[in-house]
Every structure is written in structure tokens, then in C-alpha cells.
T-cell receptor
Framework: AQKVTQAQTEISVVEKEDVTLDCVYE???????LFWYKQPPSGELVFLIR??????QNEISGRYSWNFQKSTSSFNFTITASQVVDSAVYFC????????????FGTGTRLTVIP | NAGVMQNPRHLVRRRGQEARLRCSPM?????VYWYRQLPEEGLKFMVY????????ESGMPKERFSAEFPKEGPSILRIQQVVRGDSAAYFC?????????????FGQGTRLTVV
């Protein structure tokens, strides 16, 4: 069965600190996709990244970076030099061939960046 | 090129009333997915529709909920005789290709409050 676990319910950091949000997933499929979304206080869902299971290269986009490790079934997200605007709920999600029509979301991590 | 449009953004209904949530997919997209986000939870898949067809409704509650995506016009998620437990954010996503939820774009959501 598919499952996404975000064990950190809430995290608070002081501005300019680095922070890593953890995501552990479960799937029996060999082909799958992993996602991160940001949900700011305004409520919309902002797409951040999609990664397929055959691409284990880490990715960096500005202050954001992602560490995909199949060996530990993890897809962690790091924000470097955090800013107040990073305060949001962050969701990790999985889509695989078994559930090809839908995304399985974790319960989210609420990040608060304190100025 | 407008994104996925959902309306209304906020909807208040009294218990027992009907709620109708609309989703206009991106231009050229003929596949729509509905998700529900209960308070403090991640999004959960409800239903996947193509124009005039329900493809996968495995996440839809068995009673009071229905969805359609007519040949013309937006997709509609309809909740009859709403109860307090229906209070949630309802998100719609659309994709161009069949079953391509991995390429889907999300709307801004409709926040339903049942009083």
C-alpha cells in the first residue's frame, strides 16, 4: 500500500537558519513520482518539485534543495537561510502505478520562521 | 493562460443545505481530479473525471457526494444535505493527458464551512 509519512508536525526556526523537512514513503511499485507542495497561510497549493523514481540526483533551486534516497525511501526538503515568507505548511506526496489516478499526500509539516 | 479556476473561494452553508463547488480546468485540459483537505490534514483523493465520464470515484463518500464534468462548462462537486464534518478545503486539479495526475495543476481551492 502507498503511504507518505511526514513525522514532523511543526517546526520553528529563526530567520536565516537552515531547516530540513523529512518525508518517508512506502510503495511496492518501481516506477513512481514524488512531490513537494507548499501551502501558505492564504491556502492555495503551490507546486515545488516533481521527481521520478529513476532520477536519484539531488536537486537545488535557489534556497531550496531536495535529497532523494531510494535506499531509505526518503525525499527530504531543505530550505537554506530561511525567510519569514517560507512560513507555510509543506506537503510531500507520492503517485505510483497502483494509484495512477491520484496523489497520496502526507499530513504536512507546518514551518514557522521567526523573524 | 489562466490556471485552474475554482469558485467560490469560500462557501458557507447551513446544515442540511446543498453545496456546489465549481472547477474550470486549464485550457486544453479534459481531465479533472478532486481532493479534500480536512482541517490539519493532508489532501485526500476523491474522484477523477474526464469529460462526461467518471473514471475513478474510489475516494468519494458513498452518500450525499456526487461529481460531474459535462461536455461544456466546469466540473461540479455537489454535496447534498451538508453536515459539519463536510467543512474542509476542496481542491481541484486538471491535466491534459489521461490519468496524468503527475502532471496536474491545482486550483486555489474552495473552503467550505458548514454552520
Amino acid at each position: 500500500a502507498q503511504k507518505v509519512t511526514q513525522a514532523q508536525t511543526e517546526i520553528s526556526v529563526v530567520e536565516k537558519e537552515d531547516v530540513t523537512l523529512d518525508c518517508v514513503y512506502e510503495t511496492r511499485d518501481t516506477t513512481y513520482y514524488l512531490f513537494w507542495y507548499k501551502q501558505p497561510p492564504s491556502g492555495e497549493l503551490v507546486f515545488l518539485i516533481r521527481r521520478n523514481s529513476f532520477d536519484e540526483q539531488n536537486e537545488i533551486s535557489g534556497r531550496y534543495s531536495w535529497n532523494f534516497q531510494k535506499s531509505t525511501s526518503s525525499f527530504n526538503f531543505t530550505i537554506t537561510a530561511s525567510q519569514v515568507v517560507d512560513s507555510a505548511v509543506y506537503f510531500c506526496a507520492l503517485s505510483d502505478q497502483t494509484g495512477a489516478n491520484n496523489l497520496f499526500f502526507g499530513t504536512g509539516t507546518r514551518l514557522t520562521v521567526i523573524p | 493562460n489562466a490556471g485552474v479556476m475554482q469558485n467560490p473561494r469560500h462557501l458557507v452553508r447551513r446544515r442540511g443545505q446543498e453545496a456546489r463547488l465549481r472547477c474550470s480546468p486549464m485550457k486544453g485540459h479534459s481531465h479533472v481530479y478532486w481532493y479534500r483537505q480536512l482541517p490539519e490534514e493532508g489532501l485526500k483523493f476523491m474522484v477523477y473525471l474526464q469529460k462526461e465520464n467518471i473514471i475513478d470515484e474510489s475516494g468519494m463518500p458513498k452518500e450525499r457526494f456526487s461529481a460531474e464534468f459535462p461536455k461544456e462548462g466546469p466540473s461540479i462537486l455537489r454535496i447534498q444535505q451538508v453536515v459539519r464534518g463536510d467543512s474542509a478545503a476542496y481542491f481541484c486539479a486538471s491535466s491534459q493527458r489521461q490519468g496524468a495526475v503527475t502532471e496536474a495543476f491545482f486550483g486555489q481551492g474552495t473552503r467550505l464551512t458548514v454552520v
